[in-house]
């Protein structure tokens, strides 16, 4: 049995958090977990600047289920004024319960910027954005997280420092996704690391995330490294259940969920009307093709179903192809415990601004936040 996870004022009775998963973690996704489980789930990212000049993209993604009490969202920002601006409008305008900060996008598109996981290199600019979000948000006294890896690579490690950092500035918590920016998702998630940002942080609880791919991995994390609770990512893909398997591990009971391909196909159906409940059937069914080869990982669908599947266009299409799948297939036990989702390879250099490197400071540095950046993770 494990304590529940204290953010500030924010109890979680279950130390379990959806990771942000851009594209991923929308409304319907959050809700869909959420009737499996308990825990905080956190709202795709969304970007500070598009928040605060009111972006069309950026509005349609902040977005919350009617079941949703407890709010939380994470900002991508890498200007402290404008993640202020736009922590103040989370608070005051959507009512939100919690706000995360994005230290951690790997994607090069991103980190040329000097945003993401490229950021905490300048200590002094990261403190800075995150005294600005703390200030902006205990009016409402509402908890400001950070999520960040291990560093920009191995020669160039941020996190310890980042610790300190985002305690001295008055976060609630920091997250750590033991890799690092150069590994991309890569290799193995780098559990010491977390274990060390535990021992180095003493007035904030650390969340550690990578590779949790069964609810025993969870307990397995918290063990090794003193953690307060667990972020939970691409282990969740096209399995929602993990979270009842997650609520139970942390309860003290040994669940693991083994749904037939009935039972898939129904989480299926609930996920894609979810999807269509809050984007419309047109844009809902277009966002659910990119989940379908996740649900059926490891299961014998053949080739053509899961291409019509992949494009499927309508719910009424959609029953009549999972009409058509074995409903007493046996849950494929081989899947359990292996990698789903994004994997890649890892990247020789890190792309960052001209002279990225050169001091560690970064106050009063400017770096252009894109808007409508919607890549995350
Ligand atoms: C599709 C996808 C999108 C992601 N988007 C975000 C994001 O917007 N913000 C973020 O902090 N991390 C993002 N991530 C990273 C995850 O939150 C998490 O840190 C990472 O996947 C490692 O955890 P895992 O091993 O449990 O998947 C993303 C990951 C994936 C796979």
Redesign the pocket.
């Known amino acids: 049995m494990t304590s529940p996870l204290q953010l500030g004022p924010l109890r979680v009775e279950t130390p379990v958090v959806l990771?942000?998963?851009?594209?991923?973690?929308n409304a319907a996704y959050r809700r869909l977990c959420a009737e499996q489980g308990a825990g905080l789930y956190v709202c795709?990212?969304i970007t500070s600047r598009g928040l605060v000049e009111r972006d069309e993209t950026t509005m349609s993604m902040l977005v919350f289920d009617e079941l949703e009490t407890t709010r939380s969202v994470?900002l991508?920002g890498t200007d402290p004024v404008y993640v202020a601006k736009a922590t103040e409008i989370l608070c005051g305008e959507y009512g939100v319960a919690h706000v995360?900060l994005?230290f951690?996008?790997p994607v090069p598109k991103v980190t040329r910027k000097g945003g993401g996981g490229a950021l905490p290199w300048k200590r002094n600019l990261l403190g800075q954005i995150l005294e600005h979000a703390v200030a902006a948000a205990a009016p409402y006294d509402v908890p400001v997280t950070m999520?960040t890896r291990k560093g920009l690579d191995e020669d160039h490690l941020t996190y310890l420092d980042a610790g300190r950092i985002a305690e001295d500035a008055g976060c609630a918590a920091i997250?750590l996704?033991g890799?690092t920016v150069a590994q991309a998702?890569s290799g193995a998630?780098d559990w010491d690391a977390i274990a060390a940002l535990v021992a180095h942080v003493d007035r904030i609880p650390v969340l550690g995330?990578?590779?949790?791919w069964e609810a025993a991995d969870a307990l397995r994390m918290v063990e090794q490294t003193g953690a307060a609770g667990v972020?939970?990512?691409?282990?969740c893909?096209g399995r929602p259940w993990l979270f009842r398997d997650l609520a139970a591990a942390f309860a003290g009971d040994d669940v693991k969920t083994l749904p037939t391909l009935g039972e898939v196909a129904a989480m299926m159906r609930r996920h894609a009307e979810l999807l269509c409940e809050h984007m419309g059937e047109e844009r809902g069914c277009k966002e659910f093709r990119k989940h379908v080869t996740w649900y059926l990982k490891g299961f014998a669908a053949g080739g053509p179903m899961r291409r019509s599947l992949g494009l499927v266009d309508s719910l009424a299409a959609l029953d009549g192809l999972l009409a058509e799948l074995d409903a007493d297939e046996p849950f494929p036990v081989s899947e359990l415990g292996s990698p789903r989702?994004?994997q890649g390879s890892p990247r020789d250099r890190v792309v960052l601004p001209e002279g990225w490197l050169d001091d560690t400071d970064g106050t009063g540095v400017v770096l252009r936040e894109d808007a409508a950046e919607t890549?995350?993770?």
């Open positions: 990771a942000p998963m851009a594209g991923i973690t795709e990212m994470q991508y995360d994005n951690g996008c999520k997250a996704h890799r998702y998630a995330n990578g590779d949790i972020v939970v990512g691409r282990g893909l989702g994004r890549t995350g993770g």
